[in-house]
């Protein structure tokens, strides 16, 4: 399997050093070492210049700023009450990759706090080596990316259960995923950005994709996370604005609301103000999504690594 095209790991870290939990818990020196004598670049793009000065005093980490340019042109064509600058990061992100011709861009947001496996119907914390893991994926994504048609593919989230075997389908990746960047393509709109990629995807014959039952990912709780976009979000809740544009435009595949009463999927017991969406995906996008068999037997191969190391170590 083909592993030679231009690649670029990229963290949103809109967040100061201190708190982008991603960088610290697992992009940590030695990994970034591994990614660069493997060929593959890694940045930190921020629209956040406190942060950004921040970041430029870490050795050997190059800092991408959101130039005045871009943030015009962001701002120009959205369509919501409020911008979300998570998603203009998101954009800086992907024009970098495209000036500089990466061929694939993993996405990562700066609140990533945990990774599992899934191995005998339970979804265990990865904690021997987590960093090892982390790029272990990162690898893992990549080589997806190169031997399918998809535009993007990334784990579950930890707050879905896992059903069924290992598998990759077609889907809605969020916060952790590779991009097979697009010269066409913009991230856009104050919110739900990720998901505006999948459908631009799956109306391009490229499905974004999952992979499904053997790995996961977690993020700060909704309720404890105030910073970052998180504080945006709470503002648009309020208004009912979240996800306004992306239901306008594709109603038979985002629909939204608000709760009011309902407890979080995550580890807070209180019940608070949340957003609540339901995705459906055409049916054509899981007949459209190609990708390489073996690649199950790749995934099934990595979960096992990492078992055993947590049994053993």
């Given at each position: 399997?083909?592993?030679?095209?231009?690649?670029?790991?990229?963290?949103?870290?809109?967040?100061?050093?201190?708190?982008n939990?991603?960088?610290?818990?697992?992009?940590?020196?030695?990994?970034?070492?591994?990614?660069?004598?493997?060929?593959?670049?890694?940045?930190?793009?921020?629209?956040?210049?406190?942060?950004?000065?921040?970041?430029?005093?870490?050795?050997?980490?190059?800092?991408?700023?959101t130039?005045?340019?871009?943030?015009?042109?962001?701002?120009?064509?959205?369509?919501?009450?409020?911008?979300?600058?998570?998603?203009?990061t998101r954009?800086?992100?992907?024009?970098?990759?495209?000036?500089?011709?990466?061929?694939?861009?993993?996405?990562?947001?700066?609140?990533?706090?945990?990774?599992?496996?899934?191995?005998n119907?339970?979804?265990?914390?990865?904690?021997?080596?987590?960093?090892?893991?982390?790029?272990?994926?990162?690898?893992?994504?990549?080589?997806?990316?190169?031997?399918?048609?998809?535009?993007?593919?990334?784990?579950?989230?930890?707050?879905?259960?896992?059903?069924?075997?290992?598998?990759?389908?077609?889907?809605?990746?969020?916060?952790?995923?590779?991009?097979?960047?697009?010269?066409?393509?913009?991230?856009?709109?104050?919110?739900?950005?990720?998901?505006?990629?999948?459908?631009?995807n799956?109306?391009?014959?490229?499905?974004?994709?999952?992979?499904?039952?053997a790995?996961?990912?977690?993020?700060?709780?909704?309720?404890?996370?105030?910073?970052?976009?998180?504080?945006?979000?709470?503002?648009?809740?309020?208004?009912?604005?979240?996800?306004?544009?992306?239901?306008?435009?594709?109603?038979?595949?985002?629909?939204?609301?608000?709760?009011?009463?309902?407890?979080?999927?995550?580890?807070?017991?209180?019940?608070?103000?949340?957003?609540?969406?339901?995705?459906?995906?055409?049916?054509?996008?899981?007949?459209?999504?190609?990708?390489?068999?073996?690649?199950?037997?790749?995934?099934?191969?990595?979960?096992?690594?990492?078992?055993?190391?947590?049994?053993?170590?």
């Amino acid at each position: 399997m083909s592993s030679k095209n231009k690649k670029l790991v990229a963290i949103l870290g809109g967040r100061p050093y201190m708190d982008n939990l991603t960088l610290r818990r697992f992009l940590i020196p030695p990994v970034r070492a591994k990614l660069k004598k493997e060929g593959i670049d890694f940045i930190i793009a921020t629209n956040n210049k406190t942060a950004a000065k921040d970041y430029k005093k870490i050795k050997d980490i190059k800092v991408v700023e959101t130039s005045d340019k871009l943030h015009n042109e962001f701002m120009s064509r959205q369509k919501e009450s409020k911008a979300n600058l998570g998603a203009e990061t998101r954009e800086t992100i992907n024009d970098y990759a495209k000036k500089n011709n990466y061929e694939y861009a993993i996405h990562l947001d700066d609140n990533i706090t945990q990774i599992f496996y899934h191995k005998n119907k339970k979804n265990p914390t990865i904690k021997q080596n987590k960093p090892q893991a982390f790029y272990e994926i990162i690898k893992l994504l990549f080589l997806i990316s190169e031997n399918s048609n998809t535009g993007a593919v990334g784990l579950m989230m930890s707050a879905f259960p896992c059903t069924g075997s290992v598998n990759i389908t077609a889907g809605f990746p969020y916060s952790f995923f590779c991009h097979k960047v697009d010269k066409d393509f913009k991230f856009e709109n104050a919110t739900e950005d990720d998901i505006l990629m999948s459908i631009y995807n799956g109306e391009n014959n490229k499905p974004s994709c999952i992979i499904r039952n053997a790995l996961l990912y977690g993020k700060t709780g909704k309720k404890t996370s105030i910073d970052g976009n998180r504080k945006l979000y709470n503002e648009m809740l309020k208004e009912n604005k979240r996800g306004e544009y992306a239901e306008e435009m594709y109603p038979d595949i985002y629909t939204r609301k608000v709760s009011y009463m309902v407890k979080s999927s995550t580890m807070q017991k209180d019940p608070f103000l949340q957003h609540k969406h339901q995705v459906k995906k055409p049916k054509n996008w899981d007949k459209e999504l190609d990708f390489d068999k073996e690649l199950i037997n790749n995934i099934k191969e990595l979960v096992d690594k990492i078992h055993k190391r947590e049994i053993n170590d």
